[in-house]
T-cell receptor
Framework: AQKVTQAQTEISVVEKEDVTLDCVYETRDTTYYLFWYKQPPSGELVFLIRRNSFDEQNEISGRYSWNFQKSTSSFNFTITASQVVDSAVYFCALSDPTSGYSTLTFGKGTMLLVSP | NAGVTQTPKFRVLKTGQSMTLLCAQDMNHEYMYWYRQDPGMGLRLIHYSVGEGTTAKGEVPDGYNVSRLKKQNFLLGLESAAPSQTSVYFC????????????FGPGTRLTVL
């Protein structure tokens, strides 16, 4: 069965600290897609990254980086030198083959609080 | 482009009342989705559509109906609202398959008394 686990419900850090948000997934598929979305206090969900199962290269975008490891079924997200504006709920999601890949399975989210 | 818009932004209903939430997208996307977000539960899929005239059930479809008469619009209906349907509702759309990026609307906060 499809499952996405974000074990960290809430993380609090002080500005400029590095922080890693964990995402562990379960799927029987060999082809799948993983996503991260950000939901700032304003409420709207913002797409951050999509990664397919054939591409295990880590990705870096500014202060954001993602570590995809198929061996441990993890797709972790690291924010370097965190800022107050990074405070948000972050969701990890996995493509769902049971719907013909029409839908995503979301984790329950991790709330990140960055204090000045 | 406005992207994905939702109407209304807020609504308060009494138990048993009905209402329709409207989602509109101007990106010519084939796929559209309705989610609900509850504290500690993440996003749960209610219904989705893979094209004009099609609908399918998601994880939590009970108590809701949907229609996709036009490609750009996806309507979510509550025929007889219950307090358990108090939630924030998000609409999303994506260009092709579900593995493509989903673009979300701003959400509708619904309270059922």
């Amino acid at each position: 069965a499809q499952k996405v686990t974000q074990a960290q419900t809430e993380i609090s850090v002080v500005e400029k600290e590095d922080v890693t948000l964990d995402c562990v997934y379960e799927t029987r598929d060999t082809t799948y897609y993983l996503f991260w979305y950000k939901q700032p206090p304003s409420g709207e969900l913002v797409f951050l990254i999509r990664r397919n199962s054939f591409d295990e290269q880590n990705e870096i975008s500014g202060r954001y980086s993602w570590n995809f490891q198929k061996s441990t079924s993890s797709f972790n997200f690291t924010i370097t030198a965190s800022q107050v504006v990074d405070s948000a709920v972050y969701f990890c999601a996995l493509s769902d083959p049971t719907s013909g890949y029409s839908t995503l399975t979301f984790g329950k989210g991790t709330m990140l609080l960055v204090s000045p | 482009n406005a992207g994905v818009t939702q109407t209304p932004k807020f609504r308060v209903l009494k138990t048993g009342q009905s209402m329709t939430l409207l989602c509109a997208q101007d990106m010519n996307h084939e796929y559209m989705y309705w989610y609900r977000q509850d504290p500690g539960m993440g996003l749960r899929l209610i219904h989705y559509s893979v094209g004009e005239g099609t609908t399918a059930k998601g994880e939590v479809p009970d108590g809701y109906n949907v229609s996709r008469l036009k490609k750009q619009n996806f309507l979510l209906g509550l025929e007889s609202a219950a307090p358990s349907q108090t939630s924030v509702y998000f609409c999303a759309s994506s260009p092709r398959q579900g593995w493509d990026t989903q673009y979300f609307g701003p959400g509708t906060r619904l309270t059922v008394l």
